[in-house]
Nanobody, 116 residues
Framework: QVQLVESGGGLVQPGGSLRLSCAAS????????MGWYRQAPGKEREFVAA????????NYADSVKGRFTISRDYAKNTVYLQMNNLKPEETAVYYC?????????WGKGTLVTVSS
């Protein structure tokens, strides 16, 4: 089994920054990639960013390119999402995602509220 624990959410003003973390544990050999999704109230879950575990290649949703940065730390089995210049419409629960052997695993999410 794989366990994913997110942290770093909270309240931030528009234009502010937050860094989310997701620590993976359990059966985490052969990770293909890890990433972040978000779900705003009343909306479907959407892709934010992902990173391949071995090569470090990154992929971003168009809406966050240039403002968000995803990175990973091998030693800590952790992926990060640095979010800058946050907008009110990005208020959502942010979920960590891990893919291995074609299967997906999800964390419970961390709430990010962008409001003045």
């Amino acid at each position: 089994q794989v366990q994913l624990v997110e942290s770093g959410g909270g309240l931030v003003q528009p234009g502010g920054s937050l860094r989310l973390s997701c620590a993976a544990s359990g059966s985490i050999r052969s990770i293909y990639n890890m990433g972040w999704y978000r779900q705003a109230p009343g909306k479907e879950r959407e892709f934010v960013a992902a990173i391949t575990w071995t090569g470090g290649s990154t992929n971003y949703a168009d809406s966050v390119k240039g403002r968000f940065t995803i990175s990973r730390d091998y030693a800590k089995n952790t992926v990060y999402l640095q979010m800058n210049n946050l907008k009110p419409e990005e208020t959502a629960v942010y979920y960590c995602n891990l893919v291995k052997y074609g299967m997906e695993y999800w964390g419970k999410g961390t709430l990010v509220t962008v409001s003045s």
